[in-house]
């Protein structure tokens, strides 16, 4: 698995051939359709860390024999500078990773819109049938190849253009180049 810095987005393979704008529009799509993961789940882990470290450590450090184990500074200013400054990084890190953990799963969950709710197939590539002569979106359809399943578009919460597979999306490097 890659573990990018700044672009979640490029953990996944699929979004190899694809700009970062396309690609950062999942990420808006993961963080509105999944707030508890991408918003509130990084507030919970943070207010858990600064409750975890600024009462669990002082217990951890009186009543376990951490001392020996764990270097501390010999001045008790110099002790509660490192207390305050370890326990700011350890809720920022925390907040940070939960955070990607959870833009990590919103994604996945996007791209898993595009399956089959039955059995899990994808349905990207599938040609869109519609019933009726007008072009109506309430009545573009696609049938799962596995199940059989008939799928309204409308009803699984997509585009057309969300079913063109993510090779097919990739834009031609001449495009705005002058002849």
């Not at 950062?24 to 993961?37: M, Q, S, W």
């Amino acid at each position: 698995m890659r573990l990018p810095l700044f672009r979640p987005y490029r953990m996944f393979p699929q979004f190899d051939h694809l700009s970062n704008s396309e690609c950062e529009k999942y990420v808006r799509d993961a963080y509105i359709n999944t707030p508890g993961l991408t918003a509130k789940m990084p507030l919970v882990a943070a207010v858990f860390a600064t409750i975890a470290w600024y009462i669990g450590w002082p217990v951890a450090y009186a009543t376990l024999p951490l001392a020996s184990y764990i270097p501390m500074p010999a001045s008790a200013e110099w002790r509660l500078v490192a207390y305050i400054v370890l326990g700011v990084v350890f809720v920022f890190v925390a907040y940070f990773l939960t955070r990607d953990l959870g833009v990590y799963f919103g994604i996945r969950r996007e791209l898993s819109r595009s399956n089959c709710k039955k059995c899990g197939q994808s349905l990207q590539g599938l040609r869109i049938h519609s019933a009726g002569a007008d072009p109506d979106p309430a009545k573009q359809f696609v049938r799962c190849t596995e199940c059989g399943r008939r799928w309204v578009l409308l009803d699984l919460g997509l585009s057309p253009r969300d079913l063109i597979p993510f090779e097919q999306r990739a834009v031609d490097s001449r495009v705005a180049q002058r002849r």
